[in-house]
């Protein structure tokens, strides 16, 4: 086994990677940009080499920079995790020709599975079933239509050199293919530098499922099951889970044998995984898949794989690239039912918008695995992918598994930044899905209903309104105490009736127990948990799977706004009633001086509103107030 060994790449990935090396007694090297010159990964690591600015392809592309901090530091092999260098051949050469150890499959097994027309090719000579199509050398615009029309509409054309769902489009009538394969070409030479593309047949139903196989040096290559991850939007995974719902033992067998066949065919060494396109139609059969491609490194979704074999992925990897040889089929098994969710700083409503900002909070509930390279105070750049944290939770069945997913993200509190936390729990949550009926357009035909905000109801908002304010002896000076407070120009009446117990409007509530942002609430006799937390003047109550948020009125401009509109007068900040001078009953005129307050040595003058009548004078002269306090109601005239 290795002793030391260099991670190049950042986030999640390698911090799991270093706390798999940590166990195992391996040295880590971290490598980090200048962005994350204080990022989780490269305080966990044994040591740290920077390689550059910000950008990706000042640093983490920079493959020469990472070799030199490899020998630099004497590490021995270097893990790539997923994407950046990690299914780069050319890097894979320069890292052997370094006399290092690449943590991963050979050069040409990268090249072999790097092109979908390639990969295919060779798939169809060893036998694997792969998606009926035209994966040719010819690329003319009108020989492709033909094999678009000899294929059948719909059709796909994908760039042969694409990945993370790009470089694809669905064709359904002859008339739009011209359209599209332009389309298609522009994305490739854009995104990969490669105009070519492949045609296929387009899979009706369609559900993506994929085995995790493991190959040793030595002949040797296994599979760890499958995955499903047929909930994507714009053919990029959401929520992942293993095994696929509905599998039976022939599928599995007749996949799992293909998959391997795959791995084989190309001598392959370590992790990979080869994607199949399933026809789900008529319920999952063994001729009812298809080779897609081969993701020739560590997936994102390999944690579900991990929950239900109990193997640790990235051990099995380190020890196939130190030598070892991969476990016996037979010793690989499969127990219970596990689920990933993507957890990305993203605006859905907005349109899945990149998010980014500084995560104020970031509390995950316990009991479930987290994956995260990220903690409370960082970053959420756009310089790289903006994910926040992977949540895996597992179960004896899919029906606990998927429970717990859905209690899991509703129990998951990230203020900072917008994320898809409240979509991913809308699809945990989602009928046809918890019934095992799922296939790639799924989030595309229920989108509305999915990306649909609940409307907080009013007891979630009694609670945020307690929790917007500090109420600890409040209740002590005035008898009962009675406030406004302001949400988003909303104004509450908060009446404190005790140690814990408030009115708020016409509900009653009862603060049981609080343990941090933790709350345990009875509102009109019924008991539940809460979360609150007050952030940067906004407060944030997450109660019932919603969250509501909203900014807390600075009593002395709300005191302006609505609440003087409606003729209360409030103390704007905490001090002392220096002077009353109206009476109730008297008329004033507005802008009449109404109450003084002193504060601070600086003297406050709250003025009429309004032409009208005092009503109630609740200040007294020499009285010490709270801020927010009611000092005088004002009617009309
Ligand atoms: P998966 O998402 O399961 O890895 P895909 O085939 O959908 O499988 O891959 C998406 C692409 O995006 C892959 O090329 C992957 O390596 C890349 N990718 C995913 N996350 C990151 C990341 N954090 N940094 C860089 N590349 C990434
Ligand atoms: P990428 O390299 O971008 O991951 P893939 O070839 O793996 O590209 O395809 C990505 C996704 O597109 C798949 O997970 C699947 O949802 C969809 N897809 C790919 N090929 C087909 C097909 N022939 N029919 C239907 N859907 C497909
Ligand atoms: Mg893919």
């Not at 940590?22 to 990964?41: I, L």
């Not at 990472?66 to 995790?81: D, E, K, M, R, V």
């Not at 470089?167 to 011209?178: C, L, Q, Y």
């Not at 105490?481 to 117990?501: C, F, I, M, N, T």
Request: with cysteine.
């Amino acid at each position: 086994m290795f002793t030391k060994i260099l991670i190049a790449n950042r986030g999640e990935i390698a911090c799991r990677i270093i706390e798999t090396a940590r166990e195992m007694g391996v040295a880590t090297v971290a490598v980090y940009s200048d962005a994350d010159a204080t990022a989780k990964h490269v305080m966990l690591a044994s040591e740290a080499v920077r390689i550059g600015p910000a950008p990706v392809s000042e640093s983490y592309l920079l493959g020469e920079r990472i070799i030199a901090a490899a020998l630099a530091t004497g590490a021995q092999a270097i893990h790539p995790g997923y994407g950046f260098l990690s299914e780069n051949p050319d890097f894979v050469q320069a890292v052997e020709a370094a006399g290092l150890v690449f943590i991963g499959p050979s050069a040409s097994a990268i090249r072999a599975m790097g092109l979908k027309d390639a990969a295919k090719a060779l798939m169809v000579e060893a036998g694997v079933p792969v998606v009926p199509g035209y994966h040719g050398d010819n690329q003319e615009d009108d020989f492709l239509a033909l094999r678009a029309e000899e294929i059948g509409y719909p059709v796909l054309i994908k760039a042969v050199a694409g990945g993370g769902g790009k470089g694809m489009r669905r064709v359904d009538h002859s008339a739009d293919f011209a359209e599209a394969l332009h389309a298609a070409r522009r994305e490739g030479s854009a995104s990969f530098g490669n105009a070519q593309v492949l045609i296929e047949k387009y899979i009706l139903s369609p559900r993506h499922i994929e085995m995790q196989v493991f190959g040793d040096g030595h002949g040797g290559a296994v599979h760890l099951f499958e995955r499903d991850c047929s909930l994507q939007r714009r053919h990029q995974k959401v929520i992942e889970e293993a095994p696929a719902p509905g599998m039976t033992e022939a599928m599995r067998e007749a996949m799992g044998e293909a998959a391997v066949r795959a791995a084989k065919a190309i001598g392959y060494c370590g992790a990979g995984t080869v994607e199949f396109i399933v026809d789900a139609s008529d319920g999952l059969r063994p001729d009812g898949f298809w080779f897609m491609e081969m993701n020739t490194r560590l997936q994102v979704e390999h944690p579900v794989t991990e929950a239900i074999t109990g193997l640790d992925l990235v051990r099995l990897q380190l020890e196939v690239a130190s030598g070892g040889h991969v476990p016996a089929q037979s010793d690989i098994t499969c127990t219970g039912h596990a689920f990933e969710a993507r957890i990305y700083a993203e605006d859905v409503p907005a349109g899945f918008l990149p998010a980014t900002g500084r995560l104020k909070v970031l509390d995950f509930p316990k009991g479930v695995r987290i994956d995260s390279g990220v903690r409370a105070g960082d970053e959420i750049s756009p310089y790289y992918d903006p994910m926040i944290a992977k949540l895996t939770v597992q179960g004896d069945t899919r029906a606990e598994a998927l429970a717990r997913l859905h209690k899991a993200l509703l129990q998951t509190d990230i203020i900072g930044c917008t994320t898809n936390i409240a979509f991913l729990a809308a699809l945990a949550a989602h009928k046809g899905f918890a019934a095992g009926q799922l296939d790639t357009g799924l989030i595309a035909r229920d989108l509305e209903a999915l990306v649909a905000q609940p409307e907080a109801g009013a007891a979630l908002r009694a609670v945020a309104a307690i929790a917007a304010r500090d109420w600890g002896g409040g209740f002590a000076l005035w008898q009962p105490l009675r406030q406004s407070v302001g949400l988003d120009g909303e104004g509450y009446w908060v009446q404190v009736l005790g140690a814990g117990r408030y009115r708020v409007e016409d509900l009653e509530i009862g603060i049981l127990a609080q343990n941090g942002s933790h709350w345990r609430v009875r509102i009109e006799g019924r008991v539940r948990a809460a979360r609150a937390h007050r952030v940067d003047g906004r407060v944030h109550v997450m109660m019932d799977g919603l969250h509501f948020e909203a900014e807390i009125d600075d009593p002395l401009n709300f005191e302006a706004g609505t609440l003087a509109g409606a003729g209360v007068l409030l103390a704007p900040m905490p001090g002392l009633v220096q002077a009353v001078l109206a009476e109730a009953g008297e008329t004033v005129e507005a802008g009449a001086a109404l109450i003084v307050m002193e504060a601070m040595k600086m003297e406050h003058t709250l003025r009429a509103p309004f032409d009208g009548v005092v009503g109630e004078v609740l200040a007294h002269v020499g009285a010490q107030v709270e801020s927010g306090v009611v000092l005088l109601r004002m009617q009309e005239a």
